[in-house]
């Protein structure tokens, strides 16, 4: 495998205003397709309500764009061998911007989902062809503060989408929850092919598609999106989780098989053969884990349990976010110094720690509670994010780096599907566990419990030893299902930080790589 001297090489070229400016309009457009899941996602019900769809058939507005998405993500490759790097990217963003001026005109649920395909396909490229563009625009001295403008950008979105969302719906119709994209798309396509001109922006070839490995490809990531969401409602062991992860598995094999094998393969797979590929695509998996993790189980607790609107939750949850801004600056300064080892052990055992110290909340735990561990985690983002991109892609020659970068945030996305899936299986089963336990000790008559979940101290001894009427029952039920919530919630918060921890093992796999400083030393 190459040591990556093809992009190393770079180090004495510099990178001007126009690559900047048409960087920053890249990371523009890439933040505009994730916030948008956010978004949507905090304001499906007024969606539902609008166009009159059905309650169980909701869940497609968002799987639509997500299946799409991760279908486009190992694409991008073989899109910007083809295209070249600046008209893929305004060509996708071009895409994605008439997709949500589409969804935005949408009359009934048919016309809404065929948009959000298109906008998820088209936005799963931008993600990719960012980070893939820090490694081919930039020398190695630059690679650092533009993984982060990338990284701010990437994780951003998701953390004041909740704010954005629930702003937008308090006091904007939904169309406007698509109509936000349209003019910083417009500006974001014809910036980028204004500004990102060049050998390295525009050089494209001849690249063949395999049809049939693309056909495998989309329908095992297909298959296996569609399987992790419906796995947590109808139980993994189900006959149609099990089809579908299973037609998952074999295309996959299928896939990889055609692929390592060919000649000219859709995807390079072959920058697994890297150690140090392999170890941060392990790595970005984990942290989309831990990303996706935590930014569903927050609303969750605060909408279900503490009873806050969208709002409400937005602004509890923009403490991960500045503080993540606050500490970007010194990522960067120390990604220049610190060996990328040490750096990524300690983002790692940090934002394990913020998931721990969320895994003992309450009832009554809110935004003073959850300040802390929010912090702690917003501070971790930047040091998980920097030194494993550089690890996974800053050793691939340059003609890999567009395929590396897809299958690195293909991974991470998918940590996200699985991570998301195993929370709410996680939840599902331990909630209802906690009722019968509930529910038990309030038969048998347990003040203690009674008061805990809120049932007043004379109600409970008047009622307590006579059977209780419908009234009463629902009067209760609510009580005990909220209150079952806490520790699952709770045990979903352990298992994200426990599996944070663990991962810190790969490290020990990992050759000292070079820092920012040493490359630009070394260039």
């Known amino acids: ?9 770079r180090g004495t070229q510099a990178a001007g205003y126009r690559e900047w400016t048409g960087f920053i309009l890249m990371c523009l457009g890439m933040f505009m397709a994730i916030l948008d899941i956010q978004i949507v996602a905090t304001s499906l019900p007024t969606i539902q309500t609008a166009l009159g769809i059905a309650p169980d058939r909701m869940i497609w507005v968002q799987t639509a764009y997500l299946t799409a998405e991760i279908v486009a993500i190992p694409l991008t490759g073989y899109l910007t061998a083809r295209l070249g790097m600046r008209w893929l990217f305004v060509g996708a963003v071009s895409l994605f911007t008439i997709a949500s001026f589409g969804c935005a005109m949408s009359n ?9 395909i298109v906008q998820g396909f088209s936005g799963g490229t931008l993600i990719p062809a960012v980070f893939a563009a ?4 930039f020398p190695p001295r630059s690679q650092a503060l533009a993984t982060t403008i990338a990284g701010v950008a990437a994780v951003l979105a998701p953390t004041i989408g909740p704010i954005v969302g629930g702003w937008i719906t308090q006091y904007y119709s939904w169309h406007w929850l698509f109509r936000v994209n349209i003019l910083p798309g417009i500006v974001a396509a014809l910036g980028v092919a204004i500004f ?57 094999a299928a896939f990889i098989r055609r692929t390592w094998m060919s000649d000219t393969p859709l995807v390079q797979l072959r920058c697994f053969a890297d150690r140090h590929f392999t170890i941060g695509c392990m790595l970005s998996f984990v942290l989309g884990f831990g990303l996706f993790g935590s930014t569903y189980l927050m609303p969750f607790f605060l909408g279900l349990v503490r009873d806050h609107g969208p ?17 970007a600056p010194l990522a960067v300064w120390a990604e220049r110094r610190v060996d990328p080892r040490w ?49 996974a892609l800053g050793r691939l020659p340059a003609a890999m780096v567009a395929d590396g970068s897809g299958l690195f945030n293909l991974m991470r996305n998918l940590g996200g599907a699985v991570g998301l899936a195993l929370i709410d299986t996680t939840i599902f089963s331990k909630a209802a566990t906690e009722v019968g336990q509930i529910v038990a000790k309030l038969r048998a008559g347990d003040v203690a419990t009674a008061v805990r979940i809120g049932i007043p101290r004379d109600a409970f001894l008047e009622q307590r030893g006579q059977p209780l009427d419908e009234f009463a029952t629902e009067m209760i039920r609510p009580l005990v299902e909220k209150a079952s919530l806490v520790p699952a919630v709770n045990a979903a918060w352990l298992m994200c930080g426990v599996l944070m921890a663990l991962i810190l093992v790969t490290l020990l796999f990992v050759k000292r790589t070079p820092s920012g400083e040493d490359l630009t030393s070394e260039g």
């Open 1 to 9: 495998m190459d040591n990556g001297s093809d992009l190393n090489a």
């Open 108 to 116: 009934n649920f048919g016309e809404l989902i065929a948009w959000r």
């Open 134 to 137: 820090v490694f081919l625009l």
């Open 196 to 252: 990102l001109r060049g050998k390295v922006a525009e050089q494209h070839g001849a690249r063949p598609i395999d049809m049939f490995a693309l056909l495998l490809l989309a329908t095992s990531l297909v298959a296996l999106q569609i399987g992790l969401k419906d796995a947590p409602s109808l139980g993994w062991s189900a006959p149609h989780v099990m089809l579908l992860l299973g037609v998952s598995a074999i295309c996959a």
């Open 311 to 327: 709002l409400r939750i937005g602004e509890v949850m923009l403490v991960t976010g500045l503080t993540q801004l606050a500490t």
């Open 343 to 391: 750096l990524t052990a300690f983002g790692f055992v940090l934002f394990a720690i913020g998931l721990l110290l969320s895994a003992q909340q309450t009832a009554q735990t809110d935004f003073a509670e959850m300040l802390i561990p929010q912090m702690v985690r917003g501070a971790a983002i930047m040091f998980c994010l920097l030194p494993p991109t550089r690890m």
